[in-house]
Nanobody, 118 residues
């Protein structure tokens, strides 16, 4: 059974930090390109960061220099380290896994809420 389970969200003050985790099971994690998305009510879903199966990374301009995506294939887990958080980072954060070759293998987590507020 395929599962992606996000954790680590919560309430943090502006300027604070959080680390999100995405624990994967039921598929060969190392064969998948992993992404973090976020969604705010009334806005379109935004791609935040991507890490390929080979370890290459890319970021949305809005988070570049503040967020770091990483993965631990031995633990079947992806991370998003977030620094210098801003109120506009408030959203539900979702992890996504897509096979590096067979793109129809596409899985989503249930999301974790991040709220940045004083």
């Amino acid at each position: 059974q395929v599962q992606l389970v996000e954790s680590g969200g919560g309430l943090v003050q502006p300027g604070g930090s959080l680390r999100l985790s995405c624990a994967a099971s039921g598929f060969t994690f190392s064969d998948y390109v992993m992404r973090w998305y976020r969604r705010t009510p009334g806005k379109e879903r935004e791609l935040v960061a991507i890490i390929t199966n080979a370890g290459g990374t890319n970021y949305a301009d809005s988070v570049k220099g503040r967020f770091t995506i990483s993965r631990d294939n031995a633990k079947n887990t992806m991370y998003l380290q977030m620094y210098s958080l801003k109120p506009e980072d408030t959203a539900v954060y979702y992890c996504n896994a897509v096979h590096y070759y067979y793109s129809n293998y596409d899985y989503w987590g249930q999301g974790t809420q991040v709220t940045v507020s004083s």
